[in-house]
Each structure stands twice: as structure tokens, then as C-alpha cells.
């Protein structure tokens, strides 16, 4: 791939998300220091791979948590009461939505739709599925990944 033009208009944005994804796979993130080296390896400035990274939101730029909460947002859950199940993860994991918790365990996502209206409110930690969530359960739940060894100090 050649490099871009003064202005990035002949970037390869796709070989750059190729780039991107593997790295991600690698790492389950994207490192600053792996941008830099995909930058310099593929003769593109920097902010333009940082623009491509940003741009995607399958791509993260923070290490994320051990676990995964993913909370749905679609209409069906927002109706059966996403909205005090997302509240009372907020507040039982000392956390806010796009965030990884202090002792890196867990990072909260909000998500437009699961596909399982039929059984919303829903939530996932790490593709896990709870259906049919009350708020009195969240606890319960978060407790069961509580238990594994804190991340970090």
C-alpha cells in the first residue's frame, strides 16, 4: 500500500481497518504504541489511522474490563425497564456507561438493540444473556463476577 497524500484523500481506509482489526484481536484494544508502528509501517499520518480508529466503533482505544455489560437501549427494553436496570448496574458496579471500573472489572456498554425483544429488559456480561431482568437481580449477578480476582489494585 502506498502511503497518503499530503491531505490523506488516498488513504486505504480499508487495508487501515484491516490493520486495525487485527490489532484489536490481538490485543482487545488498540494500543497507542501499535498506531504509531501501523503509521509509520504503511507511510500514513498518524491522526489519520487515530481518525479511522475513532471513526469505527468496533474499535477501542481503553483497555477493556475483564467483563463486558452490555445493557439494551432498544425500544422493547426501554419499555420493560432498561432504564432502572441500567441504573442499578451504575450504582452497584460504581460505574458509567462507556467506562471500565476503577478495579478493572467491568465496563458498561449500552447497546440500540440485543435482538431479543421477546425477553427484554436485557443484558449480557461477556455475550452471557439475563432476560426478563429485574433491578433486585442486578446485584445478585454482578456478585457472581465479583467473586473472580480483582484486575487491578
Known amino acids: 500500500m502506498e ?12 487495508n487501515v481497518v484491516v490493520e486495525l482489526q487485527k490489532i484489536q484481536e490481538k490485543h482487545g484494544y488498540l494500543p497507542r504504541a501499535e498506531l ?17 480508529a475513532t471513526f469505527y466503533s468496533q474499535f477501542k482505544l481503553e483497555q477493556p474490563a475483564k467483563y463486558i455489560i452490555s445493557v439494551c437501549e432498544g425500544t422493547a427494553c426501554h419499555v420493560r425497564g432498561s432504564v432502572e436496570l441500567l441504573n442499578e ?19 458498561l456498554e ?5 435482538g431479543l425483544c421477546a425477553s427484554a429488559p436485557v443484558m449480557t456480561v461477556n455475550g452471557k444473556i439475563y432476560s426478563k431482568v429485574k433491578k433486585e437481580e442486578v446485584k445478585d449477578i454482578l456478585a ?9 489494585a
Do not use: M, W
Open 3 to 14: 502511503g497518503c497524500s499530503q491531505n490523506g484523500s488516498s488513504c486505504n481506509k480499508a
Open 144 to 152: 457472581e463476577y465479583k467473586k473472580s480476582k480483582k484486575v487491578k
Open 89 to 107: 448496574i451504575k450504582k452497584q458496579a460504581d460505574i458509567v456507561p462507556s467506562e471500565t471500573s476503577e478495579d478493572g472489572l467491568f465496563t
Open 36 to 52: 504509531v508502528k501501523v503509521s509509520r509501517r504503511l507511510k500514513i499520518p498518524a491522526v489519520h489511522i487515530y481518525g479511522v
Open 110 to 114: 449500552i447497546v440500540r438493540c440485543l
